[in-house]
C-alpha cells in the first residue's frame, strides 16, 4: 500500500546558540537546529550534502542527550530528524543501512520521546506512522510471516487514537480561549499602550529563545483521522492475504471505522474532499475485500457497497478515475479466486466490472495536459484489463463474450502495452518493452523491435500469471515460443 506521510507536526523548538562547544541542554538543541537548517537548504539541489548535515545534527543530539537524557526537546528534535528522514523520498535515497533498519532505529527514539512526554501529540502520530511503515514491510516480506504485522497495527491505531483524543481536548481549549478573548476585548476598552524599558544596557540583555506551539486545526484534526484509516486499510490488507482473518477483528475495524467517519464529516470543511475521498475509498475497499474473502459478505454485497462507495469520488479526476480502476481489479480478483475454488459468481458480474474499469481508464488516458507517466500508466493498465477479460474465456468460466472475442481482445493488449513501451522511460523501459514480447509470443507473431534479457522476461511472465493476466497453460506457451527450453531466448 502506498500511502502520503506527513513530516513536520510543528515547528522546530529552538534556542540561542553559542560559538563555544554546547555546554547545557538548549545550546546543544541550538547547534543541532542550525545543522538541520542547512540541511533544510540543500535538501531540494543536494540530498547527500543534505543528509551529512541532519546526520551531524543527529549526533548533536545524541551527545546532548548523553548528557542530559531528560531533555525532552532533544529527544524529541532527534526522533523527528529520524523520522523525516526515512519518509522523505529525496533523504530515503541518501540511507546507509537497509530502510527496514533505519524505521526501527526512528521507532526507537519516538518510543523514548514518549516515555519522557506521553502526551507529546506529534509523536504519538509519528510513532503510530512508522509503526505502520514497518508492519507494511513486513508483510510485504515472504521471510516474515503476515500476522507478525498485526501487532504492530494494533498499537499504531492505539497510539493515534491516543494522539486524537488529545488534539480534541487542545483544539476544544484553543476554541474556548479565543471565545474568552473576544468577549474580553468587547468588555474591555483599549488600553493606552506603553513602552518595556530594559533594566540594562542592550550588552545586559540576556537572549531567550521560546517554544511556540501551533494550536490544533481541524485541518491537524482530520490529518490524525486520515492516518487511522489508512492504518486500518492495511491492517484490513494484510488480514485478507493471510489465514489470520476473522470476523470479531473486522467486527471491530468496522466500529471503529464507523466513529472516525463521524468525526472525520465533523471536521472536514476546510480540508481536500478529493484526498479525503479517496482514502475512504481505499479503506472501503480494502474492508470488503477481506469481509468478502473471509465468507461474511457475498458477491452481490460486495459489487453493490462498492458501487456506493464510489457515488462519493469525483470521477473527473484522474486519481479518482484511477483509484475506482484499482478498486474493481481487487474485485475481480477476488470473485476469481472463488471461480477456482469452485464457487458459483456470475461471469457477466465479472466481465461488467472489467468493462467498467476499462472505461475509467479510457477517460483517465484522455485527460488533458496529462503527464507522459500518466499516459505510460494507463495503456498498461487497459492492457492488463484486456488480458483479464481474456481469461473470462477459459474454463472454469468459459464466457461466451469473451470467448467470441478473444482475438479482439488479445490485439488490442498488444496494442495497449507497445503504446505504453513507446512512452516508458528511465526504469520502466526494459518493462515496458517486455510485456509486447510477452504478447507476440502469446499470439504467435514476430516482434521487430529489442528482445530484453531473459530474466526480465521470466520475471514479468511470473508477475503477469500473479496477477491472472496468463493462466499456466499460457505461459507454457509464451516460455515455449521465446526459447527458454534453451539457455537464451530466441529472436522473434
Request: aromatic residues 6%; negative net charge.
Given at each position: ?225 486520515l492516518a487511522q484509516i489508512g492504518t ?35 471536521y472536514q470543511r476546510g480540508s481536500n ?220
Amino acid at each position: 500500500m502506498s500511502k502520503p506521510k506527513a513530516l513536520l507536526k510543528q515547528g522546530k523548538q529552538k534556542r540561542k546558540s553559542s560559538q563555544q562547544s554546547p555546554e547545557t541542554a538548549d545550546e546543544y538543541l541550538s547547534v543541532g537546529v542550525d545543522l538541520e537548517e542547512a540541511g533544510e537548504k540543500w535538501r531540494a539541489g543536494d540530498a547527500a550534502k543534505s543528509m551529512r548535515f541532519f546526520l551531524k545534527a543527529i549526533n548533536t543530539y545524541n551527545e546532548g542527550l548523553s548528557r542530559f537524557p531528560l531533555s525532552i526537546d532533544l529527544a524529541y528534535n532527534k526522533a523527528r530528524l529520524q523520522y523525516e528522514s526515512v519518509t522523505h523520498p529525496l533523504l530515503v535515497s541518501q540511507l546507509q543501512v537497509p530502510i527496514i533498519d533505519a524505521l526501527g532505529t526512528a521507532l526507537e527514539s519516538h518510543r523514548i520521546a514518549l516515555r519522557l512526554d506521553q502526551n507529546n501529540t506529534d509523536a504519538l502520530f509519528n510513532t503510530g506512522e512508522l509503526l505502520t511503515e514497518i508492519a507494511e514491510r513486513i508483510a510485504e516480506d515472504e521471510k516474515h510471516a503476515d500476522s507478525n504485522a498485526l501487532p504492530l497495527l494494533e498499537e499504531a491505531i492505539q497510539l493515534l487514537q491516543r494522539c486524537l483524543e488529545l488534539q480534541q481536548s487542545q483544539f476544544m481549549q484553543f476554541k474556548n480561549d479565543v471565545d474568552i478573548a473576544m468577549n474580553d476585548q468587547i468588555d474591555k476598552p483599549p488600553q493606552p499602550s506603553t513602552s518595556l524599558q530594559s533594566g540594562g544596557s542592550d550588552g545586559d540583555v540576556e537572549e531567550q529563545w521560546v517554544s511556540v506551539v501551533e494550536p490544533v486545526t481541524e485541518d491537524s484534526l482530520v490529518d490524525t483521522i486520515l492516518a487511522q484509516i489508512g492504518t486500518f486499510t492495511t491492517f484490513c490488507n494484510i488480514l485478507s492475504n493471510g489465514d489470520t482473518l476473522d470476523q470479531e477483528s473486522l467486527q471491530w475495524v468496522d466500529e471503529s471505522s464507523i466513529e472516525l467517519m463521524n468525526k472525520l464529516q465533523a471536521y472536514q470543511r476546510g480540508s481536500n474532499p478529493g484526498e479525503i475521498a479517496l482514502r475512504i475509498i481505499q479503506f472501503r475497499s480494502a474492508f470488503l475485500e477481506a469481509s468478502f474473502r473471509g465468507g461474511f459478505v457475498d458477491a452481490e454485497t460486495y459489487r453493490a457497497e462498492l458501487s456506493t462507495t464510489f457515488k462519493t469520488v469525483d470521477m473527473s479526476s484522474y486519481s479518482g478515475l484511477m483509484a475506482h480502476t484499482e478498486c474493481l481489479v481487487s474485485f475481480v480478483s477476488n470473485l476469481n479466486d472463488k471461480v477456482h475454488q469452485q464457487e458459483s459468481i456470475p461471469p457477466g458480474t465479472i466481465w461488467e466490472a472489467l468493462s467498467t474499469a476499462m472505461a475509467s481508464l479510457t477517460k483517465a488516458s484522455q485527460m488533458p495536459d496529462s503527464p507522459q507517466s500518466d499516459l505510460t500508466t494507463t495503456h498498461s493498465k487497459r492492457g492488463d484489463i484486456s488480458l483479464m477479460q481474456f481469461q473470462l474465456g477459459k474454463p472454469p468460466v468459459s464466457f461466451t463474450t469473451a470467448i467470441r472475442n478473444a482475438e479482439m481482445l488479445l490485439k488490442n493488449a498488444s496494442t495497449y502495452y507497445r503504446n505504453a513501451s513507446n512512452l516508458a522511460t528511465g526504469g520502466e523501459k526494459g518493462r515496458g518493452i517486455a510485456k509486447p514480447v510477452i504478447l507476440a509470443a502469446l499470439r504467435g507473431d514476430s516482434f521487430d523491435g529489442n528482445v530484453p534479457p531473459a530474466p526480465i522476461l521470466e520475471d514479468l511472465i511470473l508477475e503477469m500469471m500473479n496477477e491472472q493476466l496468463l493462466d499456466y497453460q499460457d505461459v507454457r506457451l509464451i516460455r515455449s515460443r521465446l526459447g527458454f527450453d534453451s539457455v537464451n531466448p530466441i529472436n522473434m
